[in-house]
């Protein structure tokens, strides 16, 4: 089992649609939780970072962490063309420590 | 731009070469990472360095790969006998870290290795 694991994709939405996107983990060490958005043949970019359990917004993003579950989520509203990457959701148990990341999942919003 | 870079972006080798990538990371940044990513994969940490020191590296990191970063500014990372599973995107991340619990990595556009 990976210690990392998120929703198999690929997505394929209509422009304007709330998007949900999921990942669990199972090492309890993880306090450290990101989103990165991948686009094709380009480096990952940090879209949302999170220490603590609970929500965090950021315009149309929001990033959901349940510790207690060992479960993050993704979610974005309004979800726009541009929108259509691979997001990956990583994960890291200490401050300055590696990141541990999921598979990704493909997003595409159809205009 | 200063953002992370990364040299060269994409190279074409035969099994058995041995292949050599730079990596420039953000001015300042004292920590470098690399990863590994295969097509439809998350990427996999490999190692990385606090200024010259190397401080941890990965099981996937064979005795194949060496990595340095002499003066704590910019990385390599060589391949030695290349073999067909180690075509793959490396990608190479800098980090400041000062105490702060968002420390956060800026990753590189990545270079993309294909060993025939």
């Known amino acids: 089992q990976k210690e990392v694991e998120q929703d198999p994709g690929p997505l394929s939405v209509p422009e304007g649609a709330i998007v949900s996107l999921n990942c669990t983990y199972s090492?309890?060490?993880?306090?450290?939780f990101m989103w990165y958005r991948q686009y094709s043949r380009k480096g990952p970019e940090l879209l949302m970072y999170t220490y603590s359990s609970g929500n965090k917004e950021d315009g149309r993003f929001t990033a959901q962490v349940d510790k207690s579950s060992k479960y993050i989520s993704l979610f974005i509203r309004d979800s726009q063309p541009s929108d259509s990457a691979t997001y990956l959701c990583a994960m890291k148990t200490g401050a300055n420590s590696k990141l541990t990341f999921g598979k990704g999942i493909t997003l595409s919003v159809r205009p | 731009d200063t953002g992370v870079s990364q040299n060269p972006r994409h190279k074409i080798t035969k099994r058995g070469q041995n292949v050599t990538f730079r990596c420039d990371p953000i001015?300042?940044?004292?920590?470098l990472y690399w990863y590994r990513q295969t097509l439809g994969q998350g990427p996999e940490f490999l190692t990385y360095f606090q200024n010259e020191a190397q401080l941890e590296k990965s099981r996937l990191l064979s005795d194949r790969f060496s990595a340095e970063r002499p003066k704590g500014s910019f990385s390599t990372l060589e391949i030695q006998r290349t073999e067909q599973g180690d075509s793959a995107m490396y990608l190479c991340?800098?980090?400041?870290?000062?105490?702060?619990?968002?420390?956060?990595?800026?990753f590189g556009p990545g270079t993309r290795l294909l060993v025939l």
């Open positions: 991340a800098s980090s400041l870290t000062q105490g702060s619990y968002q420390e956060t990595q800026y």
């Open positions: 001015s300042e940044h004292n920590r």
């Open positions: 090492n309890s060490a993880f306090q450290y």
